[in-house]
């Protein structure tokens, strides 16, 4: 089983509609982050968090909004969805100490809004 | 606007020849940097990481730092047809926050 797990691997949705991707791990890890990643743009920071009452937006968090609750669980939601938010998404982990740089990346939740 | 710039590539290479994968990056201060391999379908994973200027080798990669000219490479020795993937270069903008560059596909041709 992966240790970082995405569900749903993909979602076809309506413009309006409301979406949640979530994201949970096995890896104990504090920091989990959202990336979405766009043909020809790469991977661009949503929000990310560093324990249940932390919480921090990135370079592209207008739109969304996330919830951590728990330690392991992580979810990212669209609250009306438009279709410049389709786009692949990944949820990511990394250990609280320490300052590594090394992200433990989900197998990604493809999002189509019609 | 912190920037990560790639080559998008593709850049093909003929199986055993070097590959050189190439980044800048546009903050001076930034002091760790890494390569993140991604194959098609796949999620991203961490192949190389360096935050001291010149050269650090693990295997057939190389990862080269330079700060002064803001610039960030990988060399991929004896390159393999397994090793066709788009590679990432990003940047610690602190308590690992990645800035992505938006990668460079490599081609390997047996």
């Known amino acids: 089983d992966a240790d970082v797990t995405q569900t749903p691997r993909n979602r076809i949705t309506k413009t309006g509609k409301r979406i949640m991707l979530e994201c949970s791990q096995t890896?104990?890890?504090?920091?989990m982050y959202w990336y979405r990643q766009d043909p020809g743009l790469g991977l661009r920071l949503i929000y990310y968090s560093f324990d249940v009452k932390d919480i921090n937006k990135g370079e592209i968090s207008d739109g969304y909004s996330v919830s951590r609750q728990a330690q392991a669980k992580f979810s990212l939601s669209l609250e009306s969805a438009i279709p410049n938010q389709t786009a692949l998404y990944f949820c990511?982990?990394?250990?609280?100490?320490?300052?590594?740089?090394?992200?433990?990346f989900g197998e990604g939740s493809r999002l189509t809004v019609l | 606007q912190k920037e990560v710039e790639q080559n998008s590539g593709p850049l093909s290479v003929p199986e055993g020849a070097i590959a050189s994968l190439n980044c800048t990056y546009s903050?001076?201060?930034?002091?760790?940097f890494f390569w993140y391999r991604q194959y098609s379908g796949k999620s991203p994973e961490l192949i190389m990481s360096i935050y001291s200027n010149g050269d650090k080798e693990d295997g057939r990669f190389t990862a080269q730092l330079n700060k002064a000219s803001q610039y960030v490479s990988l060399l991929i020795r004896d390159s393999q047809p397994s090793d066709s993937a788009t590679y990432l270069c990003?940047?610690?903008?602190?308590?690992?926050?990645?800035?992505f560059g938006k990668g460079t596909m490599l081609l390997v041709s047996p």
């Open positions: 990511a982990t990394t250990p609280g100490t320490g300052n590594t740089g090394e992200l433990f």
């Open positions: 890896k104990g890890h504090d920091r």
């Open positions: 903050d001076r201060v930034s002091q760790s």
């Open positions: 990003a940047v610690n903008q602190g308590y690992s926050t990645l800035t």
